[in-house]
Nanobody, 126 residues
Framework: QVQLVESGGGSVQAGGSLRLSCVVS????????MGWFRQAPGKEREGVAQ???????SHADSVKGRFTISKDNAKNTLYLQMNSLKSEDTGMYYC????????????????????WGQGTQVTVSS
């Protein structure tokens, strides 16, 4: 059974930083594409970043230069380092994994990912 458990969310002021973690079991982090998504109240879930089996990454334009996705295969854990946070970054953040295939370059779509965590809340106050 695949389980993804996020942690690291919280409340910060604009300009601050947070590091999200996603501990994975029943699935090998280094085997296929994994990603981070977020959902603000009243909005659709959107892709933030993804990382393929080889470590290549893609980030949404809205977070480029501020957020960095990474993974530790030995710890079977996915990370999202978030710097220079803005109020518009507020939302529930989810990690996700693809069941088959690696990442499609530039396409971080909800429908491509089969396994999801429960989410961790990030609140940025201005």
């Amino acid at each position: 059974q695949v389980q993804l458990v996020e942690s690291g969310g919280g409340s910060v002021q604009a300009g601050g930083s947070l590091r999200l973690s996603c501990v994975v079991s029943g699935y090998t982090v280094g085997s296929k594409c994994m990603g981070w998504f977020r959902q603000a109240p009243g909005k659709e879930r959107e892709g933030v970043a993804q990382i393929n089996s080889g470590g290549s990454t893609s980030h949404a334009d809205s977070v480029k230069g501020r957020f960095t996705i990474s993974k530790d295969n030995a710890k079977n854990t996915l990370y999202l380092q978030m710097n220079s946070l803005k109020s518009e970054d507020t939302g529930m953040y989810y990690c996700a994994a693809r069941a088959v295939y690696d990442c499609l370059v530039g396409l971080i779509r909800v429908s491509y990912f089969a396994y999801w965590g429960q989410g961790t809340q990030v609140t940025v106050s201005s």
